[in-house]
C-alpha cells in the first residue's frame, strides 16, 4: 500500500539535542512538507520542497532543518536553537504545489 | 494574503443530530477547497475536496459545496455518529498564488463530540 510513513511514533530527548525525525513517502509525489502542531492548535509550516534538492522555509523555520536529497525522503531536524521543541509533528507530501496533501501519522516529540 | 476562518470550537451534538461547521476563505486566486479531519493522536486524513465553484465535495456522509459568491465551504452531514468525533480542518490551495505562497492554508481547526 503507498503512504506517507513518520518514525518514531515518540520521540524523547534531553534539551540541547539535536534530533531527526524521518519522513518517507512511496507515493511517487514530487512534493513534500513538515507541519508543527501544538495542543489544541491548527498546523504550522516548517519547510517545504517542491522537488528533489531543493525546499523553502515555511511560517516558522527557526531552529529547524531538512534535506531532500531522495525524492521519496524528507527528514527533518530539530536543533538546539529550537526553543520550544515539544511538540507534534507532522509530514505531508502532495503530486504537485496545487494538488491536496496527504499526512503520515506524526511523531510526538517531547524535549526535557 | 489567503486566510481560512473556521467556527470556534468546541461542537457537541447527540448521535444522529444534523452537523454544519462554517469555512469562510479569502483568497487572492483560484482556490481549491478542502476538508481534513484529524482523530486523536493520528494525523490528518483528508475527507473531501472540490476545485471549482459550485463543485459538491462528499465522502462518508458528508458533504461540502463551493460557494464563490459568499466564499464559503461549510461542512455538513445528516446523521453524525459517535466515530465522527474528532477535529475537523478546512484548507485551501490557491492555484493563482506567486511563487513561494502555493501551500496549504489552514484553519485553526473545530474540535467535534457526538455523545450517544
Known amino acids: 500500500d503507498g503512504g506517507i510513513t513518520q518514525s518514531p511514533k515518540y520521540l524523547f530527548r534531553k534539551e540541547g539535542q539535536n534530533v531527526t525525525l524521518s519522513c518517507e513517502q512511496n507515493?511517487?509525489?514530487?512534493?513534500m512538507y513538515w507541519y508543527r502542531q501544538d495542543p489544541g492548535q491548527g498546523l504550522r509550516l516548517l519547510y517545504y520542497s517542491q522537488i528533489v534538492n531543493d525546499f523553502q522555509k515555511g511560517d516558522i523555520a527557526e531552529g529547524y532543518s531538512v534535506s531532500r536529497e531522495k525524492k521519496e525522503s524528507f527528514p527533518l531536524t530539530v536543533t538546539s536553537a529550537q526553543k520550544n521543541p515539544t511538540a507534534f509533528y507532522l509530514c505531508a507530501s502532495s503530486k504537485g504545489r496545487y494538488y491536496e496533501q496527504y499526512f503520515g501519522p506524526g511523531t510526538r516529540l517531547t524535549v526535557t | 494574503g489567503n486566510s481560512v476562518t473556521q467556527m470556534e470550537g468546541p461542537v457537541t451534538l447527540s448521535e444522529e443530530a444534523f452537523l454544519t461547521i462554517n469555512c469562510t476563505y479569502t483568497?487572492?486566486?483560484?482556490?481549491?477547497l478542502f476538508w481534513y479531519v484529524q482523530y486523536p493522536g493520528e494525523g490528518l486524513q483528508l475527507l473531501l475536496k472540490?476545485?471549482?465553484?459550485?463543485d459538491k465535495g462528499s465522502n462518508k456522509g458528508f458533504e461540502a459545496t463551493y460557494r464563490k459568491e459568499t466564499t464559503s465551504f461549510h461542512l455538513e452531514k445528516g446523521s453524525v455518529q459517535v466515530s465522527d468525533s474528532a477535529v475537523y480542518f478546512c484548507?485551501?490551495?490557491?492555484?493563482?498564488?506567486?511563487?513561494?505562497?502555493?501551500?496549504?492554508?489552514f484553519g485553526t481547526g473545530t474540535r467535534l463530540t457526538i455523545i450517544p
Open positions: 507515493l511517487n509525489h514530487d512534493a
Open positions: 472540490a476545485t471549482k465553484a459550485d
Open positions: 483568497a487572492t486566486g483560484y482556490p481549491s
Open positions: 484548507a485551501l490551495s490557491d492555484r493563482g498564488a506567486a511563487f513561494g505562497n502555493e501551500k496549504l492554508t
